[in-house]
């Protein structure tokens, strides 16, 4: 079955500063990659996706970066303000034949004021 | 209220009783879904259904029981329940099944005494 590493676990940045967060999948049939970020007692939202046709996209200032032949994809986020404090959520989805749905097991990152 | 609903919000129960999770959405779409989210652990796909037929069970234990009348409405049955069951369950909906967004739920927290 699919498996999804998420990196790191934990991320603290400065106000301003850039944060990443790195995911691995192991099943070449994925081809859906969403972001969801979990505030503090509140439901997952989307915040961004990519889909397995394209390398990188971008809205504002979160942008999200698919490997294909390496199987990771990432997520950006410039600028960072403290409302950006969340767990966030990586998941590859097969949404064909199988499927399937896994996620990774969350990051949380604080950004310091 | 629009959106996603789920109730109860929070439901304690012991391990011989039977009580029902009632999910609904107000965004006509076709697909839902059941997760379970453990602290520390990734979030786990129980059930999909997609236009009311039940499409996955991701080996899910018989004492969950699903039920969807319509495409609006998703149920989860509860019955001997186990302590480890304990856990946020979070109802979502997506317009196509698992190849766009995820509209996720408040969830109902759920504790198995």
């Known amino acids: 079955g699919e498996n999804v590493e998420q990196h790191p676990s934990t991320l603290s940045v400065q106000e301003g500063d850039s944060a990443v967060i790195k995911c691995t999948y192991s099943?070449?049939?994925?081809?859906?990659f969403p972001w969801y970020k979990q505030e503090l007692g509140k439901r997952p939202q989307l915040i961004i996706d990519?889909?397995?046709?394209?390398g990188e996209k971008k809205d504002q200032r979160i942008a999200v970066t698919l490997n294909k032949t390496a199987k990771h994809f990432s997520l950006h986020i410039t600028e960072t303000q403290p409302e950006d404090s969340a767990v966030y959520f990586c998941?590859?989805?097969?949404?064909?034949?199988?499927?399937?749905?896994?996620f990774g097991t969350g990051t949380k990152l604080q950004v310091i004021p | 209220e629009t959106g996603v609903t789920q109730t109860p919000r929070h439901l304690v129960m012991g391990m011989t009783n039977k009580k029902s999770l009632k999910c609904e959405q107000h965004l006509g779409h076709n697909a839902m879904y059941w997760y379970k989210q453990s602290a520390k652990k990734p979030l786990e796909l129980m059930f999909v259904y997609n236009f009311k037929e039940q499409t996955e069970n991701n080996s899910v234990p018989s004492r969950f029981s699903p039920e969807c009348p319509n495409s609006s409405h998703l149920f989860l049955h509860l019955h001997t329940l186990q302590p480890e069951d304990s856990a946020l369950y979070l109802c979502?909906?997506?317009?196509?099944?698992?190849?766009?967004?995820?509209?996720f739920g408040p969830g109902t927290r759920l504790t198995v005494l």
């Open positions: 998941a590859a989805i097969d949404s064909g034949g199988y499927q399937k749905v896994t």
């Open positions: 979502a909906s997506s317009q196509e099944q698992l190849y766009n967004e995820q509209f």
């Open positions: 099943d070449s049939a994925s081809n859906y």
């Open positions: 990519i889909r397995s046709n394209v």
